[in-house]
């Protein structure tokens, strides 16, 4: 609900900022000084762009403790140093920052800052949103006929394993659902036309040995297992959009030196995740810095910033520049490092698929719950805590309230910031949810008649410098005689993919294909159906796929474990909370476990006092 | 009462400016253009920090007209070429204007400004003070009985001066005193442990040639009068702590050339003050400068300024950057010239002191006043003038109104600021009282039970440009068998001083007199105690003493008369509105005759129209 009114001209309305904007009357304004990007203990990164990344979340750290949001911006104004109108650096993480919003903008280049390092700083003129309280609370709600112990916000598999946790320990609750299908981000479809078999359009893959929870999962609800193909040649295309072809497992046949460089970036990178403590990750300094910026200072060469360009599109669907170098990191460390996390081998994170779809997991669980405590297409829209010794309420959009001892929420961070929270969340939990972001990031499964790549040496697994996909695997369901191959278009390369209309999206994938391939013939006449979910328009993942990444100084002001510290009654679940294979639905289910653990300590203990 | 609220995180609340700023809602809000820093004449001095002093003074004067003050301000954008972050020279203005209020700041280093002489330029958002009257006059006030001839504010000694001689005319009037003693500057106070004699903590020397006012009240009262010692040698303490001594009325042993230069420098100043008309003090230029620029811009030595420094310091408590090169020449010339001011000898500003204290002649004036006519423990709260043929109305914080056909204030000039004034005081009057500050400045009386300096041979003047104290005077009583150094502490060697603890400020100033005098042990050993008095805490003398000062381009806005010039029916006196001996006991009488004789030819004329 946004109050800032623009006034555009007509040669105006594309640009993402506007010629002037409008407080409404009778408004608080909010004046913030210049914010230059610093972190919060001083750090000025030498990066231009990790510096945007810090002024912007200081600027957000002042207008959370002021009480605006994104939304409310008036006016910025934009000092740079050494200001390169062929660059235009900024505007990509501004028009980020701004979510669509478009305040009015002044940018002034100039020869130096306050201080000798900096080199962008941002001030902000800010209209308050009024104090009053903008849902009418008490209309028509029904009234709660019981306290439960719990109240469970969302039923993907974090919801789910948690709600099992509680039905096992026997304690009462809810598990409430937006949406009108039990699995959140696993999402299991049939083909359209009658093919036989599922596609995953959401998480597709696990393990056998390091995701124990989801393996066992897998095993419980009969789950048919798909071992990833490794056999045959992978393939890189070049900036130029030249293919070659390697082993799996190998690196792709650069030029012996930027081969070295291309591995000692990787090994790097695996050294450098392996020091943190996936629990409490700290480091200022890679936390001030954006991975690209984390990459160039220690001499990356263009190749092997382009090889980790693959790497956070096909992890995060973001560019390295987008990213905090200590967010990636700790992703990597989270699924046991770089190289197991990308591994398409046992332990890796793309091991093993399930014939069924991995959906099968949540229903299964659901159907397990005691009936009635699965509440379906009830999106929360607030929840209050009173008081510490007080039940919590929770109120959804359709006007029920329930009333509980404790809430547990499993939402992606971008989502927390559609509930209303009373009180309010702490700072640095609302600077996690608006801060966090998807990248642009869709799989498209690619079903052909024949498995031509195979016949033609290819284990299926690709990584492009030029897109639209940048990582193709196989997805192939053999008992079911399904061939695909699921197209992973990310970051800016996936904006310019999904800008297409249908018919070219599928064209611009069956060309890429028939080049990676050698086999523009057969990718052609053998296409079946294209099948896409975009993620980016589903209000209820947090507007995308697979887990938020966070910019540079957030981590820092979160301080290590800010993630999933239990804010009075409420408690945070979901795969982004987790200490191990966060991101993926090893880690959902990590974090159901530990939330409910944490409820569940924590009630016996109020009974045993009273 | 300010209403502007800030926006602070964990790190900032040390900081002079705040991160963000809150304007209420419902707020007229004030857009100030850039304000570069140059005359109402256009003049533009090239120093820069006469530059910033300008602009802040322009600042002001925008905010006056529009309703504002200090405290209103939201946000400022300072706009600064060859931004020198090792100087940082504008935070020493800024943060004196803004008196302890923390806006939102953006510094802009730029190349240039809108003309090529333009160094420094502030603009500014305000949020208006709301309009509807914030003090409720109407509730318990007594009303005043009868109207009298008139009201004076203050019983100082232009308070009591103005009462006498409304006294002898024959017109009616009250005092009110804030204080519960009269004297205001001038106080008195017995020595502590039962000692002998008394130590004047204000005003201590008046003389009796040039100061004839002072003199014959002297006389008429009673005192014995001491003279300042001046046989015997001085000390210099110079920037590196050495002490080298000199015949008092020489000047220090300087190596030729530099002696040659503070002489020229000293000689200049004496000349160019002799140039002012003390009545109508007139010079653009000077106005337009800091007291230092000034002296940069003739070439003067480093040893100049320092020495120049030990002038402003010891006479105002200010630095020479602090004030306006005007405003200094202005004050030196109103005691008939810097040499003559700075004198201890016949005719000098500090010749001779009063046995009983100073605080003598306004007991005595006080005494000769009928009774009931001085009311002490009575701050003026408010003064409305309904028109100039009605009776002004003034109302005390005890709520008592007096009403009278015209109104004498006394008060400091930053004193002003705390009264109501409706209607408000003109523009003029506003920059005066809001521009004008005073310096840090405080006297400590060492008393001591043997007077080892003059048995040493020294006179016991002192200057130093390394502190604590700036100055040191002999202030001995030989008929008490009372031995005092008076150690003057100013500016910043003095703001240092007073952050120490008092056993540290003792030991600080034992040590100093030890180095200066060639007498460590018998400093130590004779010490009996230390008595001072923080003006700078006191808000009846405004907040510090001798005299405040006016920083550039207030003294050309107010014109050469403006102080002293009547409003309506109020009238202005105290001693910084006379036109000789400003600053001085002297002065203040003849402020106080001054306007009561321009109150009582008001009366007068109107009583013959009548």
Sequence with gaps: MTRIKTVDL???SGAYYAPATLAPANTEIMHVSGQPGSTSGGIVPADYESQIQLALTNLRKVMIIGGATVKDILKLTILIVNYDKTQRKHTRHIQKFLEGHRPAITLVPVTQLAAPNWLFEIDAVIALPSTSPSVPLQLTIDSAEKTLDVII???????????????RAGHSFIVLEARDRVG??????????????VIDVGAAWINSTNQSRMYALAKRFGAEILEQNTTGKCVLQDADGNCSTFEYGELPKFDIAIARDVARIRDMVEADCQTLDPARPQNAEWDSMTFEAYLRARGASAEAIATATVW???MLGQDPKDISALYFLTYCRSGGGLLQMRSDRLGGGQHLRIRQGTQLMAIGLSKELPNGTVGLSTPVSSITQSGINSDVEVVTTNQKKYRARKVITTVPSPVLKTILFTPDLPPSKKLWSESSTYGYYTKAMMTFREPFWVEKGYCGLTQSFTGPASVIRDTSSLPDQKYVLTCFMSSDLGRAWAALSTPEREQALIKQIGQLFQSGLEASRDFISMVTYEWTSDPYSGWGCPCPSLASGVMDSLGGNGLREPFGNLHFAGTETAINWRGYMEGAVESGERAASEVIKELTTVLARL
Tied chains: 1, 2.
């Design 10 to 12: 007509a040669t105006t």
């Design 153 to 167: 916000v969302g039923a993907g598999l974090a919801g789910l394993t948690a709600a099992t946790e509680l039905q």
């Design 312 to 314: 956070t599109r096909a």
């Design 184 to 197: 959140g981000k696993t999402w299991s479809q049939v083909l359209p036309n009658g093919e036989q078999g």
